[in-house]
């Protein structure tokens, strides 16, 4: 069975860092993309970004909203993504959830999510 | 970048309606367009992606077709379960997005 738990959510004040993680299980890890996306209290889905796998060196896409704050990584050896966040502004609040990708023809989708990890800027 | 607009974004409806769903992409993105359904403090369940074919699992009622800017996807009849938000999502480049979501609830 497919899992994935989210990690290291909190409060953290304005400008300030935190770095989630998340845990995935199920699977060979090492041959999905893995994606993170977050929702704002009481709004709907954003895209946050993507990390590729080693036959793609592990290249990474983020949104103009996080771009040069937010740096996703990953640990194969750990079965593990990462999502460093800094410089957090209150609109960053949000659950983080990250998410399998699996691909088909010409692109790759998303299967499977985790349940997220809050986290809360605010001072 | 690629906007996603969906409609509507509230609808009400009875067990055993069929109900649809439009997804409009503010420029083509050929048939890379996903469906998810959210339930409440749930995670997202994905339910059909290249715009038309069904995840492995998700019951036949569900459907979606659509290519290039304008997409749908159908419920042919509604049932107690399916009571959620959906959303697309596109995978034509970079950065992707989702539409504003779609809440259906009961009538």
């Known amino acids: 069975e497919v899992q994935l738990v989210e990690s290291g959510g909190g409060l953290v004040q304005p400008g300030g860092s935190l770095r989630l993680s998340c845990a995935a299980s199920?699977?060979?890890?090492?041959?999905?993309?893995m994606d993170w996306v977050r929702q704002a209290p009481g709004k709907g889905l954003e895209w946050v970004g993507r990390?590729?796998?080693?036959?793609?060196?592990?290249?990474?896409e983020y949104a103009a909203s996080v771009k040069g704050r937010f740096t996703i990584s990953r640990d194969d050896s750990k079965n593990s993504v990462y999502l460093q966040m800094s410089s957090l502004k209150t609109e960053d609040t949000a659950v983080y959830s990250c998410?399998?990708?699996?691909?088909?023809?010409?692109?790759?989708?998303?299967?499977?999510w985790g349940q997220g990890t809050p986290v809360t800027v605010s001072s | 970048d690629i906007q996603l607009t969906q409609s509507p974004s509230f609808l009400s409806a009875s067990v055993g309606d069929r109900v649809t769903i439009t997804c409009r992409a503010s420029?083509?993105?050929?048939?890379?367009l996903a469906w998810h359904q959210q339930k409440p403090g749930k995670a997202p369940k994905l339910l059909i992606y290249?715009?038309?074919t069904l995840q492995s699992g998700v019951p036949s009622r569900f459907s979606g077709s659509g290519s290039g800017t304008e997409f749908t996807l159908t419920i042919s009849s509604l049932q107690p379960e399916d009571f959620a938000t959906y959303y697309c999502?596109?995978?034509?480049?970079?950065?992707?997005?989702f539409g504003g979501g779609t809440k259906v609830e009961i009538k």
């Open positions: 998410a399998r990708g699996f691909c088909g023809v010409g692109t790759c989708y998303v299967d499977y």
């Open positions: 199920g699977f060979t890890f090492s041959d999905h993309y």
């Open positions: 990390i590729r796998h080693k036959a793609r060196s592990y290249t990474t």
């Open positions: 420029q083509g993105i050929s048939s890379y």
């Open positions: 290249a715009a038309s």
């Open positions: 999502q596109h995978f034509n480049g970079y950065p992707l997005s």
